[in-house]
T-cell receptor, first 114, second 107 residues
């Protein structure tokens, strides 16, 4: 069974540009999470989808970030326009059962904003 | 102050040593997770526990719910154990993470 995949693995963009990150969860996992680690800090929660609905988006830093999960399968996280402080590693995770909530992580996308 | 605190932040050991990493938390949790991240690698779940103790190979994780404290132990450490070990707690639907402990085991 394929694990959680993320694309791209690394993105370098200039301040003001737009970047879209993609996450493909494990097939059948209704719960999809986005997390972010910025340099030197702990990983922080961004948002949680249950199927195609946003269950909790309390961690989204501002309205430059837009997450979607059309059809309840893969998800995209768009940053527009990107700022320097958006640099970091963006992780996606999925889980099957919220009651147990064992989350499986993707390899992450390293975003560098110059 | 972070809701999940880990210590130490960095740890160096000689091969064969017994290693302990500690995690304290200040929020209500449904479970505590120990995760591992190798340099340049993804995050792998080692343990998920809500009480007592779990063992997998040379790794042992314990949790004391009353004291809001967990420990991860590595017995007979090996250079391939070198990684960042992250403690995270399940709080409602999301995970809250500690800053991680960077472990280096030298031959």
């Amino acid at each position: 069974e394929a694990g959680v995949t993320q694309f791209p693995s690394h993105s370098v963009i200039e301040k003001g540009q737009t970047v879209t990150l993609r996450c493909d969860p494990i097939s059948g996992h209704d719960n999809l999470y986005w997390y972010r680690r910025v340099m030197g800090k702990e990983i922080k929660f961004l948002l949680h989808f249950v199927k195609e609905s946003k269950q909790d988006e309390s961690g989204m830093p501002n309205n430059r970030f837009l997450a979607e999960r059309t059809g309840g399968t893969y998800s995209t996280l768009k940053v527009q326009p990107a700022e320097l402080e958006d640099s970091g590693v963006y992780f996606c995770a999925s889980s099957q059962d919220l009651a147990i909530n064992e989350q499986f992580f993707g390899p992450g996308t390293r975003l560098t904003v110059l | 102050k972070n809701e999940v605190e880990q210590s130490p932040q960095n740890l160096t050991a000689q091969e064969g040593e017994f290693i302990t990493i500690n995690c304290s938390y200040s929020v209500g949790i449904s479970a505590l997770h120990w995760l591992q991240q190798h340099p340049g690698g993804g995050i792998v779940s080692l343990f998920m526990l809500s009480s007592g103790k779990k063992k997998h190979g040379r790794l042992i994780a314990t949790i004391n719910i009353q004291e809001k404290h967990s420990s991860l132990h590595i017995t007979a450490s090996h250079p391939r154990d070198s990684a960042v070990y992250i403690c995270a707690v399940s709080n409602t639907d999301k995970l809250i993470f500690g800053t991680g402990t960077r472990l280096q085991v030298f031959p």
